[in-house]
């Protein structure tokens, strides 16, 4: 049985779970979240707490159970707080910027990059070399966050890019000069 399926998870005051036909509805203050479960698991909720019951012992099952109560726990999560990503951009001249609903961005190329995020993510540019991704889907999040990262992957000789914030790039040595050398 799995250990991370044992755990209660606490819902919120204002947040509602539902399970029927094989569907997880989560409903709060942010938003609402559904998400389909397959394989032999129940969900039964008990007031304050829900509860992932797996119904036998397959390893298929065990690895399920697990599964869904993190994606439960994550949309109870995302429903009542959100998920933010941060990210930085590093360059000399780079910037990014929101023209209405869509960003911009300066990354080197030699046309400006737009990126039009994809419905229940909200972007934001506190300055021009930060990028805050935020929403009530987990994965979602993590995915766009990831989408931006592509655009130019931090290298590592000057650490130019999009990277996470404190995201650590590791620098390699630059070239050195063949004198001295025979």
Partial sequence: MSRIGKKVIAVPAGVTV??????ITVKGPKGELCREVKGNIDIKNEGAEVHVVAL????QTNALHGLY???????VKGVSEGFTKSL???????????QGNKLVM?????HPVDFVPPEGIKLECPSQTEIVVSGIDKVLVGQVAADLRAFRIPEPYHGYGIRYKGEHVEHKEGKTSGKGKK
């Fill in 18 to 23: 539902a399970f029927e036909e094989g569907v």
């Fill in 56 to 59: 036998d012992e397959q390893k």
């Fill in 69 to 75: 109560r993190a994606l439960l726990a994550d949309m």
């Fill in 88 to 98: 930085e951009i590093k360059g000399v001249g780079w910037k990014g910027a929101m």
């Fill in 106 to 110: 300066n990354i080197g190329y030699s």
